[in-house]
């Protein structure tokens, strides 16, 4: 299994470096980490101790940072080391100003022991999942400790299967399971792993600390103008199918687009299908600008905005439930957002809590989500509940702190 593993990584490099040609998602992946170690050299002292944190991508960076600045904090002198898998994660934090950031080489024995020998780390926490055999293997055979944080396992995973043996090797390096639920807990009982720790989702932390202090955008109340708004967060080309009915049918709503992909065509493919009264956000930004008509719909064509655009919604659609599974629910329900979004969020509990306390619908058509928008626009008591809900469910970041500090660590 494992000359699988080291045959899969390698036909998966293969794979990035000739779609690299023509797609610019995997360019960047793949110049991103060419002459790695020369930038690693030129930032990091190889005698001073780090602390490492790893995210897949932006959304396990989101959910890692309040404990990596709830570290920092409390530890200012700690130096730290960020690595990303995806460019979106890279691309868009890579000026952090807490940490050194860079891509993580791709996961083979060579590069595991320069790469932890480089940054020398006293202690690697993970988000969530990503699980590398030869990181984890050369953080154990250093006695690093290794921290796995708001992670979820489910029973279909290979860990947990008859032919799994060299999957659950690699969870043995963990030192400590953060995890978020119960059943998470029992399947890693299950393969004998019994240090772990039920303490919930840092999500929660970092989704409630950005509805304490949002950042005011001015043009965006100058477009609302006091109007009711629905925000769409994270949207496919699915989702903007649907969603597109809905200006015409309520003209006194205003809707905000923010899509997850803002490549020129993407853009002008929900202009076309928006075509009651929409607006780019570059154009009204530009200086001097001046409009004919109040526009309807906004579409935001740049990275960085949405946590701050829910302050300004009544109602949110939540992208990505058409494909492979929906984006962020927590930063609109933490401002007291309803939420919508479409049928794949099997696999994420937080959806199907807001569900079922009533402050989330799952939608499969226009017609229910013409349903769904109605019961929100009508049940004021849903963005109480939703606020609630994350208000609730706060707290596994000092959870964390306080276990790794008395771990004596640190």
């Excluded at 002198?77 to 050194?100: M, Q, W």
């Excluded at 969530?128 to 796995?148: G, M």
């Excluded at 004021?380 to 959870?399: E, P």
Aim: glycine share 6%.
């Amino acid at each position: 299994m494992k000359l699988l593993y080291i045959i899969g990584i390698q036909a998966y490099t293969l794979l990035i470096r000739i779609f690299s040609l023509f797609n610019p998602k995997a360019k960047l992946f793949i110049n991103g980490r060419k002459n790695i170690y020369t930038a690693i050299a030129q930032k990091i002292n190889p005698a001073e101790k780090h602390i490492w944190f790893h995210f897949a991508s932006l959304g396990e960076f989101e959910q890692g940072r309040p404990v990596l600045e709830k570290l920092k904090s409390r530890y200012p002198a700690k130096k730290i080391v960020v690595t990303f898998f995806s460019p979106s994660g890279y691309e868009i934090r890579k000026n952090y100003a807490l940490a050194d950031v860079f891509y993580l080489p791709v996961d083979t024995a060579a590069n595991a022991k320069r790469f932890v020998s480089d940054i020398n780390p006293e202690m690697a926490i993970f988000t969530k999942y990503e699980f590398w055999h030869f990181y984890f293997k050369e953080l154990k055979d250093r006695d690093i400790p290794l921290y796995v944080i708001s992670g979820i396992f489910r029973e279909s995973q290979a860990f947990f299967k008859w032919y799994g043996g060299f999957y659950r090797t690699i969870l043995k390096s963990v030192t400590h399971f953060f995890v978020q639920n119960e059943e998470s807990q029992k399947l890693l009982k299950s393969i004998g792993l019994d240090h772990t720790t039920i303490n919930g989702d840092t999500r929660f932390d970092r989704v409630y600390e950005n509805a304490q202090s949002p950042k005011r955008l001015p043009l965006i109340e100058s477009f609302i103008d006091g109007s009711p708004t629905l925000v769409c967060g994270s949207t496919w080309p699915e989702d903007e199918k649907i969603l597109s009915v809905l200006p015409e049918k309520y003209p006194n709503w205003k809707f905000i687009i923010a899509p997850h992909e803002i490549h020129e065509s993407h853009i002008e493919s929900i202009e076309k299908q928006f075509s009651v009264s929409s607006l780019r956000f570059s154009v009204l930004s530009a200086p001097d600008q001046k409009l004919n008509a109040a526009p309807q719909t906004l579409i935001v064509d740049n990275i960085g905005m949405l946590s701050s655009l829910y302050q300004y919604g009544n109602v949110a659609y939540i992208g990505g439930g058409f494909g492979v599974g929906i984006h962020n629910t927590l930063e609109a329900a933490a401002f007291g957002l309803p939420v919508i979004f479409g049928p794949n969020y099997d696999k994420f509990q937080e959806a199907k809590e807001l569900i079922a306390l009533g402050a989330a619908k799952s939608i499969s058509s226009t017609g229910e989500l013409i349903d769904a928008f109605d019961s929100f626009i009508e049940n004021k008591h849903a963005a109480a509940l939703a606020k609630k809900y994350v208000d609730d469910k706060k707290g596994a970041t000092d959870q964390i702190i306080s276990e790794i500090t008395k771990s004596g660590r640190l």
